[in-house]
């Protein structure tokens, strides 16, 4: 399929990367957003599919893509049974576009790959083939969401510096806090230029909410000199679970939970930041960096 990084098709992608950022600086921009998280079981991906919903409802055009590789179940909280995913983008037999479909709350879904299809690390070139593809991806929606997988992988990284803000997601409990930490050093120590957000789900209140994002901000502020802004929060709420069981957006089975409040006023913040023009370079010219020397 792809061996030591070359394919036949690699001179003309890069050649289609470079009509897209012509395209694109005529164009209104488009912000694209990874979110991760430290570590796993922090309601990552639920997070991704509601936000999505959120933004969508807002009346952005939004696409969703699954890049959690090997572990993506974004699918699954959205009731779809694909055909297709992202290893028929990675073998070369389609494009994001061509596997996305029409997910509930009105936005754009790409499928990613399920445990067991492929390595939970993919090559530097596989990874530069998907973010490559999701810059193809702009010209048709306004906000770009990757649901990255967790930890410090090479997929997670290759995203986060390829975007225009990470949300971080953590949680209150103390691994959780050590891992977002662990995480935000080893994005600093890659000179990430994207924006952090840090987003603290199941908190019990609201100032425990603040403690946890200060307590994290303020340590990497003394010790990293690196800025980390407030992504907001989630409460702890039954109804989440329950939609999870359903396989449906919370947001949607129940808009008037304290979860879906609280994630709507996450969605309207994140709407004004999409209006405003994409960070310096753009997502387009950090894209093509990886292909054009």
Known sequence: MFVDGTQPGHTDQAARLRRLVQTAESG???????ITSGKGGV?????????????????LRVTLVDADVGLANDDVLLGLRCTHNLSHVLSGQRGMEDIAVDAPGGFRFVPGLSGGQRSLDLSEFQCRRLIGQMAELEAGCDVILADCGAGLSRNVLAFAMAVDAVLLVTTPEPTAVADAYATIKRLWR??????????????????????TFQRIAQVAEKFLR???????YLLQDTHVELAVRMR?????????????ACLGAVAVRMAKRAARPAAEGGYFRRVVGLFVP
């Not at 000179?191 to 789900?201: K, T, Y």
């Not at 199941?202 to 603040?210: I, P, V």
């Not at 449906?248 to 879906?260: D, G, I, K, N, Q």
């Open 248 to 260: 449906f957006p919370f947001v949607l089975r129940y808009p008037r939970c304290p979860a879906s």
């Open 28 to 34: 209104d921009a488009v912000r694209s957003i990874a």
């Open 226 to 232: 690196y800025p980390i802004a407030d992504g907001g």
């Open 190 to 211: 890659e000179q990430c230029r994207a924006q952090i957000h840090l987003l603290v789900n199941l908190a019990s209140s609201r100032a425990e909410a603040r403690e």
């Open 43 to 59: 309601g990552k991906s639920n997070i991704a599919v509601n936000l999505a919903a959120c933004l969508a409802g807002r009346g």
